[in-house]
């Protein structure tokens, strides 16, 4: 389905019925990364899905790919879906989507669940930005679809590339441009007051210390480290990821 949103028009799947729980994608990918986990919880809840503009089958416009627009296209597409309060779960760039929403809109957040993401890119990344510049952007492609994965199939390593390749070079190399350069809460997460979950692989050393960072910053968070996984937890790792993410999301937040 398609929804327009803003100046654009975004691709959403929805399954399930309940309290809504939307996905929300890294950069490079697209709402497929999430299928290990949408019977799963659309067993008990509404399942949102979405590609951000730029990749999928959403469309890709010639710019505006800063987290900030993310977050707008996120609140218009909750306001068009017409739910007042969400729970959501967003990896890497999603999930810092999902902080700037959580921030500017925390009367329609629920819960919130962290997947590898952080408050502002480690410098390490600058070494990926500098090689845009002096390899083909589908070697460059190659390089982040390995990096996601502490020890990839080559199954999953086709699906990786086939959603990198699906998302153009002016796309891929804006919104990092974005991330990388002009994207930094650090100093506005401490004021995150929803129940939040924060998930990160063992294996992801970038986002490891970043979750810990975060873990530290949101008051009442919780920090759980899925053994033997890189960036994709959900991928590499889905029946504990999933495990952890249910009971958190299941729990009442008297609870917590």
Known sequence: ??????????????????????????????????????????TTHTVILYDHRGHGRSDKPQRD???????????????????????????????????????????????????????KMARSIYVLYALRYIIPYRTFARIVSRIKMYKPLQEIMRDNMSRAMKVPKHVAYKCMEEFTRNYDLRNRVSGIHVPTLIVVGEKDLTNLRASERLNREVKGSILRVIPSSGHSVMIEKPEEFNQVARQFIEETVEQL
């Open 1 to 42: 389905m398609k929804a327009k949103v803003n100046d654009i028009e975004l691709y959403y799947e929805r399954y399930g019925e309940g309290d809504p729980i939307i996905f929300s994608h890294g950069w490079l990918d697209d709402c497929s990364v999430w299928n290990s986990q949408t019977k799963v919880f659309a």
């Open 65 to 119: 790919y800063s987290v900030q627009a993310l977050s707008r296209d996120l609140y218009s597409l909750i306001r068009m879906l017409r739910f007042e309060k969400v729970t959501l779960v967003g990896f890497s760039l999603g999930g810092m989507a999902s902080l700037m929403f959580t921030l500017e809109h925390p009367a329609n957040v629920t819960k919130l669940v962290l997947v590898g993401t952080t408050a």
